[in-house]
């Protein structure tokens, strides 16, 4: 496991000294954050799904990624030049932040809607789209409090035949998604809400330990 940046640890540590019960999901957001920074670094992307709630958290995690979360992301002086010749490029020089390509599976709606009307095979929608997006070195995301869900696993089938690291954020069983995934974060729980409750808190880590390795400056 990569040694972690001091900024890294702190943002680590912070989790902890706000949910020390978490603290069994260190390892695997440590596993996550290298699987990330290797990803980023080759040019990928991040590609997240769930459902409800869940599904609110993917489109959640994709939102924090690809524009600033807690630190400054200034665009590179190339593409700031290069703006520079089109229409409001002074302006979008000055305003746009660096991204960290993620995106959440299940919005496009005439993709889903047409899987759910053609295909014989039912919670096939993720899986789909997951496959005519992914690219190996990739890592996709799949969110359930049971780690049950139909929809999710097939999307992580999919992410392991297609050389994408498979990650899935669970709860504390970790259900049949955790038995395939590459990375499993089973976050401690009860109940649906206090699972979900974990894991909001555990996506805020990881996205702010990319977000610190790229671009460590304050905002």
Known sequence: MTKLTVIEQQILNAMLQRRPDLESCVPHIQSLHDALVR??????????????????DAMHIAGELCKSFERKRPINAELTARLKKYPHGDELAQHLEAGLPAIALGFNGSLKTAMENDSPLRDVAFAQEALALAKPGDVLIGISTSGNARNCLMALSVAKASGVTAVALTGPKGGKMAEIADIAIKAPGDSVKVIQEAHIVIYHTFCGMIEAHFFPEPR
């Not at 990803?39 to 609110?56: E, F, I, M, P, V």
Request: proline share 0%.
């Open 39 to 56: 990803c980023y670094d080759q040019g990928g992307k991040l590609l997240t799904c769930g459902n409800g709630g869940s599904n609110a």
